[in-house]
């Protein structure tokens, strides 16, 4: 059932390429019979928001909603029956990665969602933290499977795994340090825990990474960072890769050096061709395999990672958000991105601030969140 709900609300939206936010007033959707509507405490703003604020990625029209980064807060209705909700109930705390705009935009004070990309949120976690979770650990779980073509099964069998160096590559994960990086750190920590996990990033990150499950890291600005990780894997390895960073010169030029015949090469979408200056639009390309050819060697599978397809896998449809995440937090195999708060003093103002945060490039190793209502 529902609480009272209000008609409208306030939202973030973009006006057009490179303009400043605006704020705008949008409905309020009553909840669907397996739908939730929560109101929204904190939410994250994400690379995603940039390249749809600069380069109008996958914006169809404007103004256009803001916002799919995550969110935390309070159900206040609920649509059917216990079952079609998944059992949430009106209080109950809660996170989402919803990310179709609309209704299910992040950046507005009310999300009307289906109740099967939601999650709870275990005790001892807050709501800042908690809306750095789900968009991120969403993503790891869909590349490792889709992607990498490595298997996650629920819940993990007891029976101990006996390292076989011959059988399972080490995995690089490129940009370690990212919000998706940490998360697949801890992910493949925890269901792989024989494997080489060697983590690339800014070297000032990589005593949290060795924390976090990598077998050995190395810095991202040494120029003989290549030759160093190639010497890792060794000569017998093809390596599955995870560029947790996606851009064409920052990324995907070194791994084109480290992926050998049957590699399997994961990359965030979009690829970066070209970041925004003052003068020109950022570039991208969303056809991983056009990036570079020519530079792969024979036998080397490029795919780009397209998180919003998880929900083709009906196992992770039903019980990925509803139960593994929160399970994951509990029982302390993940634990939440560092967070830097964006203050003030209206909603506007802290999402334009954010989105100007991630134009200057200068974010690293933590997550921007802010508050849509106190």
Known sequence: MASSLPSTQRAIAMTSKRAPLAEISVPVHPPAADEVV????????????LHRADGGLLVASYPAQAGGGGIAGTVVAVGGSADLVKGLGVGDRVMAFAFRGGKEANHQEYVTVPAYLVSSVPPGLTLREACTVPVNLVTV????????????????????????????????????????????????????RHRRLLAVSSRQHHPLLLRLG??????????????????????????????CIGSLDGSLRPLARIAQPGSRVAVMLPVIIRDATDDEEPEYEMDVSKC??????????????????????????????????????????????????????????????????LRSRTVSGERLVWQVAP
């Open 38 to 49: 929560v109101r929204v405490a904190w939410t994250a703003s994400t690379p995603l928001d």
């Open 214 to 243: 990598a077998t050995a890291c190395f810095d991202r600005a040494d120029p003989r960072v290549v030759d160093a990780v190639l010497a890792s894997v060794g000569s017998r390895h093809a390596p599955l890769v995870l560029d």
């Open 292 to 357: 570079l050819p020519g530079l792969w060697a024979d036998g080397v599978l490029l795919r780009g990672v397209r998180t919003h397809f998880y929900l083709q896998n009906e196992f992770f449809k039903e019980m990925l958000q509803p139960e593994i995440v929160p399970a994951l937090l509990a029982q302390g195999v993940v634990e939440p991105n560092r967070q830097r708060v964006v203050e003030g003093a209206t909603m506007l103002e802290r999402a334009q601030k954010a989105l100007d945060l």
């Open 141 to 192: 779980f869909h590349a490792a499977t889709a992607d990498l073509g490595l298997d996650l099964p629920w819940p993990l069998p007891d029976t101990a795994t006996t390292p076989d160096d011959d059988q399972d590559p080490p995995i690089v994960v490129w940009g370690a340090s990212s919000s998706v990086g940490i998360y697949a750190l801890q992910v493949l920590r925890h269901w792989y």
